[in-house]
């Protein structure tokens, strides 16, 4: 059981956009900035936004984070297949003094 | 470019131990916060514990309270986890991550990942 929730899985077709939720409390991105990961099969996790809405160098503007009081969302728009991956928010706790993460969203491009 | 090379991962009997070590490089490695991360096979991302910059404080997962220590070397770039009273539970790839900035608690950049596999 995570300590933020995200749907276990999400699917759109190519060029198409879709929206990834991220639920969390007070303790945590009520608090604190979130961060999105993207894994692909086999890899680490990669760093896709930071701060709630920042993307790193090297990210495309397709990608983009929102945040609202206790939930954020990542937005993926003109879906590629090379999308198709796993995706993680995170978020630093107090009540725990640590990271938490969401399960992860599996994320299919018909 | 930030590295973080992690290794000291293999098979363990459960009850025995093991040390992770995590070469950085690129990176000014005494001004951030550190992490160690897991993800058992097929599951997702679980936090396991972190040191700050100099040493002076350090949290764990509950999980791994009591059992795990975490450590780090400054002078040789390098963060360490120390891990004993291995369970089958424990089994998973162990991550090193760094904070995204000196600033901040967030996790920015990761290694490849070891693999740790506990037998029962």
């Known amino acids: 059981q995570s300590v933020l929730t995200q749907p276990p899985s999400a699917s759109e077709t190519p060029g198409q956009r879709v929206t990834i939720s991220c639920s969390g409390s007070s303790s945590n991105i009520g608090d604190y900035n979130v961060y999105w990961y993207q894994q692909l099969p086999g890899t680490a996790p990669k760093l896709l936004i930071y701060?709630?809405?920042q993307r790193p160098s090297g990210v495309p503007d397709r990608f983009s984070g929102s945040k609202s009081g206790t939930s954020a969302s990542l937005a993926i728009s003109g879906l590629r297949s090379e999308d198709e991956a796993d995706y993680y928010c995170?978020?630093?706790?107090?009540?725990?003094?640590?990271?938490?993460f969401g399960g992860g969203t599996k994320l299919t491009v018909l | 470019e930030v590295q973080l090379v992690e290794s000291g991962g293999g098979l363990v009997q459960s009850g025995g131990s093991l040390r992770l070590s995590c070469v950085a490089s690129?990176?000014?490695?005494?001004?951030?916060?550190m992490h160690w991360i897991r993800q058992a096979p097929g599951k997702g991302l679980v936090w396991v514990s972190r040191?700050?910059?100099?040493?002076?404080?350090?949290n764990y997962a509950d999980s791994v309270k009591g059992r795990f220590t975490i450590s780090r070397d400054n002078t040789k770039n390098t963060l360490y986890l120390q891990m004993n009273s291995l369970r089958a539970e424990d089994t998973a790839v162990y991550y090193c991550?760094?904070?995204?900035?000196?600033?901040?608690?967030?996790?920015?950049?990761w290694g490849q990942g070891t693999l740790v596999t506990v037998s029962s």
């Open positions: 701060g709630n809405n």
């Open positions: 991550a760094r904070a995204f900035s000196p600033s901040v608690r967030g996790v920015g950049y």
């Open positions: 690129g990176f000014t490695f005494s001004s951030y916060w």
């Open positions: 995170a978020a630093w706790d107090d009540s725990l003094s640590g990271v938490v």
């Open positions: 040191v700050n910059s100099d040493v002076s404080s350090t």
